[in-house]
């Protein structure tokens, strides 16, 4: 059986800071305060996720270019507007859509080193076929990670909307990415 997945976030940071991070280590799940969190409040609450704790020494950079090559995947990844903006969809696979879901939340993490301001940034993860931000099911969100400047740590409920918003763009430039492989 499978399922779709889709990573996005916003985090504010200088182009400079993006290219860092795209050669950075992707880090280790201590990088996140609180990874056994990973989803309290959201539709999982009851489960616990099961983190490996080595690191693989993998970039984004790297990560992104074996996504490149997987047809299960599809990728918006840029630098737009002063911040990273994602939008990664991921087909996940019963019993292994774990480890990479969590690789990509350690690898958005770690931008965390890289922000150029002190607010909070996000990044949402959840399941939709559709391939759209869950505007209409909030209850469809698996895990929020919460990025600050230097910190990563998981929240729970919050309203949505906000970040919703800030969103809209990648999910656009998404959208258009994926009916251009429909044509």
């Not at 609180?34 to 080595?54: C, K, L, V």
């Not at 074996?66 to 939008?87: F, I, M, N, S």
């Not at 993860?125 to 209850?139: C, H, I, K, V, Y």
């Amino acid at each position: 059986m499978s399922y779709t997945f889709i990573t996005a976030a916003r985090i504010t940071m200088s182009r400079e800071g993006f290219d860092t991070w795209m050669d950075a280590p992707v880090p280790p799940a201590s990088r996140i305060e609180n990874p056994s969190a990973m989803f309290a409040g959201w539709w999982w609450s009851d489960r616990t996720p099961q983190w490996s704790t080595d690191a693989d020494a993998e970039t984004p950079r790297s990560v992104l270019a074996e996504r490149a090559d997987d047809p299960q995947t599809l990728t918006v990844l840029r630098h737009h507007d002063g911040a990273l903006e994602a939008y990664l969809w991921t087909v996940g696979h019963s019993g292994f859509w774990e480890p990479p879901a969590q690789q990509l939340l350690l690898m958005l993490a770690g931008a965390a080193a890289v922000k150029t301001d002190d607010t909070e940034d996000h990044v949402l993860f959840w399941e939709d076929a559709a391939g759209t931000l869950p505007t209409r099911d909030e209850s469809a969100l698996i895990s929020l990670l919460a990025v600050g400047r230097d910190s990563a740590r998981f929240v729970g409920r919050r309203p949505l909307a906000d970040l919703l918003t800030r969103l809209a763009p990648v999910e656009e430039a998404f959208a258009e990415l994926a009916e251009s492989y429909d044509d």
